[in-house]
């Protein structure tokens, strides 16, 4: 069959542009596929985070108790920033794995 103004080498052009259009939104899609698998996580990071945080707290209050021992007041004050600070860090790390679970 003949198309005027079409060549051979033109409708088949049409074709395999066609088949290479759908190679490539078949590997995006992959892609995507792939990566969707990797952020879902199990939550191993967060309780490994809690974990670490629970230890330095502990580290923490050890050395506060220690230095209200001792009388370094300053040091007690700085600890207890430190605590502070954990604690916070601690919540949110609680909070995260909560709302991952939901």
Known sequence: MRF???????????????NMKRAIAGVLLLIGLAAGTVF???GWRDRRDIRRDE???????RELR?????GNYAAARHERKELRREYRDLDRDRRDLYWDRR
Do not use: C, H
């Open 66 to 70: 220690r230095d209200l021992y001792y």
């Open 40 to 42: 879902a996580e199990d």
């Open 4 to 18: 005027p103004g079409k060549t051979r080498e033109s409708r088949g052009g049409q074709k395999g542009e066609r």
């Open 55 to 61: 230890a330095k707290i502990a580290r923490d209050r």
